[in-house]
Nanobody
């Protein structure tokens, strides 16, 4: 079983920055894609950013140029640097990861979520 723990959320003023972290632990053999999703009140969960094990990234149009996803494969950790935040970025942010455990089975795990609130 693989666990994901997010951290770094909080309250920030418009125009500010936050950096989210997602640490994976457990019987991990390899992690393929790591993704960040978010869900605002009354809205569906949406993909924000994704990164492959080789470092290829993709972003939602709404965050391009403001958010940067990265990962440290040695630490099984992904990051989401969020700059120029605006109130529309307010949501619970979830980490998602897919890969293989040591026994050879595929895992697909979610973190518990971290709240990001952008408000003056």
């Amino acid at each position: 079983q693989v666990q994901l723990v997010e951290s770094g959320g909080g309250l920030v003023q418009p125009g500010g920055s936050l950096r989210l972290s997602c640490a994976a632990s457990g019987s991990i053999f390899s992690i393929n894609a790591m993704r960040w999703y978010r869900q605002a009140p009354g809205k569906q969960r949406e993909l924000v950013a994704a990164i492959t094990s080789g470092g290829t990234t993709n972003y939602a149009d709404s965050v391009k140029g403001r958010f940067t996803i990265s990962r440290d494969n040695a630490k099984n950790t992904a990051y989401l640097q969020m700059n120029s935040l605006n109130p529309e970025d307010t949501a619970v942010y979830y980490c998602n990861a897919q890969g293989l455990i040591v026994a050879g089975s595929i895992f697909h795990s979610w973190g518990q979520g971290t709240q990001v609130t952008v408000s003056s």
